[in-house]
DNA sequence: ACATCCGGGACAGCCCGTTCAT
DNA sequence: ATGAACGGGCTGTCCCGGATGT
């Protein structure tokens, strides 16, 4: 990344990122165990051989980077919805109409990389899981902020953020199994009357 | 193995029942790709020769019949706790309750495996995701009933049904990579704020 | 084996017997590590999808049967010689005479892939250890009883027979680095004065 | 290690000199073939980006120097022990209870490099097998110059000699496989019994 | 109808010995 | 003289058919 002075925009970048970077988006579509290092390699475009160098633990330790990697990524879109949005209602409504086109756009085939991974792993691998268990606070932390900047307090802050959080990765589910966004307007109406009620009570 | 009726002292039962139990049990905790054929073999007890024939479409015809088994015996659970509730908040409590006990008294292993298999399969197999639309709105339309007994419209039921089976598939995948059961709580909460909005309302 | 009547003589037999063949030659000549999966299957011409049914133990197993096998193969070359040889001296002659043959007719690349699974694995893997311990403790047997046929004690008989078995191992290792029967010589030599001394003591 | 002379505190050495301490070492107890560049590092503490600049011929190459340290540090050994010994018999007792005394002090881990690259790699890298063959040519002469300072002709001492070093290969062998010392008792008594029946006749 | 042995490739993840840019 | 990177090959296991009884 940093010495890529003059790069048009198209170029290969490190093939450690194009690692990750591949490995969240086939996680995201076919799960952990469903996606190959062969098939790492052949989306990244990575030399083969070194993958064992860049990744010592192998594809648990490509995994548990790209958890982080999306972690932060999504993280970042919350932060700036909840920085933009004028309320509250106006944030959540963000959170799960941006979902929502991410699964209709990609005709339902990118779901959250996190979500697939705990179902999959966290009976497995404890690496693995503890890395989604960070994940999902990370992000509740975000929406509780914003809920607690419109007046919220911060234990209804945290059960609302909770219920978003949650809302938002089982209507992922249903949305992939119906291929509809139907399922993210039925959370969004659950989470909204929540703030509500905490708003108004 | 519970509704056994007249089994004269624990002899084996139909092998192929065997089988298909034995895939629900196993999909629920290491999902699709997780589970062998071999898994499937040590833990039905079934004879390992005649899968093809009692299941030709191989594994993916066991994981069907698997989340259509699933799929009936979740949805009598619901229907008695709809039947038995007094009003449809207590019905929805029972339902988010269930659930976490059933995390919590595997220590997080026991998922849906429904859920699971939707996020690996959805985007691999027509099939398989075509049974795990099925399930949901067969679960969705259970709860919508109830929810119409209490007095809400066919629409409004319809949402907060859709907003209860998403919020369960959600709160299963936080709590598991969590190890905890509050995000059921959290979950709740909403779906119990648009009961009440929509009551009130 | 059992359905071939009236097969000329060349025809394949039991893969699983064809497998533990090839290990035993290839191992003789190249040791453990040295021969691949892939070099067995090419070698048999077994099938290379069943080899994790005959032996579900892996490599290991293969080992392990491959030793077995050898060890019995040889014992019973040991034991004719014992049986024909009218005195000990004659027998002990043998046995030294036709390992050097076998070492000179294969151009130095025949061995004894016992002491070669011995020396790489004997720290490795204590089921391969363990299985290279009764192979020297068999021939040792047979070289003893002989040697109490020609009266020795069966204190001087079981020393004979250790310092023989040794002093083939020892002559292979010599003989394979110098391309040279001579070890094989020098060896009979001490084990000939030795048996000399314990009659005419 | 030990007989460095001058060094101001347990510094390092030369990475080459480690190199080759760590191969031989690890040759000793795992093969050629079953010790990697990865673990010759690491044993080592050499960088790993520098072996191919001293050791151009790679892993082969690291062995022959390996082969060649080792044979001089045992006829070292053996030397001192011809030197010192008053007599032809006592000297061969001591090469057999030396070799012995490492056998069982390492529980039966280290054995002779020497021979186990015999038998890995003689069929497979003429390089190797040439440098073994020097090796066991050495330690033969020392051991036939001893016999000779005692009397025995020429012809006799190499032919002792000769029994000499293979029986103490075989006893490695058979020792590691039985984890015993007892093969070297027997194959001391075979060469016992030779070297008096020299010195009698 | 039902069960079994065996066969069949393909590919999984891992690690090897080696070389390049600096 | 070296950290970073590489192509190839390892063992193990996958899901799945034929051939063969019973």
Redesign the interface.
């Known amino acids: 990344v940093s010495q890529a002075p003059a790069d048009g925009g198209g170029a290969k970048r490190n093939p450690r990122e194009d690692m990750i970077q591949a490995a969240m988006t086939l996680f995201r579509?076919?799960?952990y165990?469903?996606v190959g290092i062969a098939d790492l390699v052949a989306a990244s475009g990575a030399p083969r051989g070194s993958i064992y160098f860049h990744f010592p633990g192998g594809k648990e330790q490509i995994a548990v980077e790209a958890i982080r990697a999306a972690t932060e990524m999504v993280a970042a879109a919350i932060e700036a919805g909840a920085a933009s949005a004028p309320t509250l209602e106006v944030f959540l409504d963000m959170v799960f109409t941006e979902w929502a086109k991410v699964l209709v756009e990609s005709d339902?085939?990118k779901?959250c990389g996190?979500?697939?991974i705990?179902?999959?792993?966290?009976?497995?691998s404890d690496a693995l899981?503890a890395a989604?268990?960070g994940?999902?606070?990370r992000w509740q932390g975000i929406v509780a902020a914003r809920a607690e900047r419109d007046g919220l307090s911060p234990t209804d802050a945290a059960?609302?953020?909770?219920?978003?959080?949650?809302?938002?990765?089982?209507?992922?589910?249903?949305a992939?199994?119906?291929?509809s966004p139907?399922?993210f307007?039925?959370?969004a109406?659950?989470?909204q009357?929540?703030a509500?009620?905490m708003k108004g009570g």
């Open positions: 579509a076919r799960g165990e469903g339902y085939e779901g996190v979500g697939i705990t179902l999959e792993m966290a009976s497995k899981r989604t268990e994940t999902f606070a059960r609302l953020a909770g219920a978003t959080i949650g809302a938002v990765q089982g209507a992922i589910v249903v992939r199994a119906q291929r139907a399922p307007a039925d959370a109406a659950g989470v009357a929540l509500r009620a």
